[in-house]
């Protein structure tokens, strides 16, 4: 099954201690990329990936940090969390830059 | 650069009533626009889009779209609800010269579906 697989679905944390939330996609897909879901404020787009080792900002990437060693995995990195990242986070990725975004299931983080 | 509005925060319809969900856009050029629908709990999950063509798109569940360039609106309509239809509702749109690259979702309106 064509699927984003997100880990972990629900997290929480303590100011400062180092995390890393991890996305992978079956699908063969080239492009890759971060959202931050919070109430009122829609999505916003963090990091995004084209293609291995190619990866960009978004509109919010203060605070973090993404790697795309491998095609199937875009991991989203908090070296230091502080509480303003307490939010939903959403991995999505397509074929190419111009095609349908598949979403994993999301991950519920928050840093108390 | 490109931004959305979905000036409706909140919209409660009656089973069986028709629907319809505002999105207005700002981009200088032809735009990508995009729906998602987001289930509780869930993912987004694409509804429909409009690359070019035919400004009226048909999309999956009963939903359509039409592009209106001179109001830079794509609203979002449904003949009939059902209740399975409560859900979030994103509008988004990309730009022509980065696509996905830099693709901006609106705030959401959130769709109550009253029996």
């Known amino acids: 099954e064509a699927q984003v697989t997100q880990n972990p679905r629900y997290l929480i944390t303590v100011t400062g201690k180092k995390l890393t939330v991890t996305c992978s996609q079956n699908?063969?897909?080239?492009?890759m990329s971060w959202y931050r879901q919070d109430p009122g404020l829609g999505l916003r787009q963090i990091y995004y990936s084209m293609n291995v080792e190619v990866t960009d900002k978004g509109d919010v990437p203060e605070g973090y940090k993404v790697s795309r060693k491998e095609k199937r995995n875009f991991p989203l990195i908090l070296e230091s969390p502080s509480p303003n990242q307490t939010s939903l986070y959403f991995c999505?990725?397509?074929?190419?830059?111009?095609?349908?975004?598949?979403f994993g299931s999301g991950t519920q983080l928050s840093v108390l | 650069a490109q931004s959305v509005t979905q000036p409706d925060i909140h919209i409660t319809v009656s089973e069986g009533a028709s629907l319809e969900l505002r999105c207005n856009y700002s981009?200088?050029?032809?735009?990508?626009l995009f729906w998602y629908v987001q289930s509780p709990g869930q993912g987004l999950q694409l509804l429909l889009k409009y690359f070019s063509g035919d400004t009226l798109v048909q999309g999956i569940k009963g939903f359509e779209a039409e592009f209106k360039r001179s109001q830079s609106s794509f609203n979002l309509r449904k003949p009939s609800v059902h209740w399975s239809d409560a859900a979030e509702y994103f509008c988004?749109?990309?730009?022509?010269?980065?696509?996905?690259?830099?693709?901006?979702f609106g705030t959401g309106t959130r769709l109550l579906v009253s029996p």
């Open positions: 981009y200088g050029a032809t735009p990508y």
């Open positions: 988004a749109v990309g730009a022509m010269n980065t696509g996905f690259q830099k693709l901006v």
């Open positions: 699908m063969n897909h080239e492009y």
């Open positions: 999505a990725s397509s074929r190419t830059g111009n095609e349908k975004l598949f």
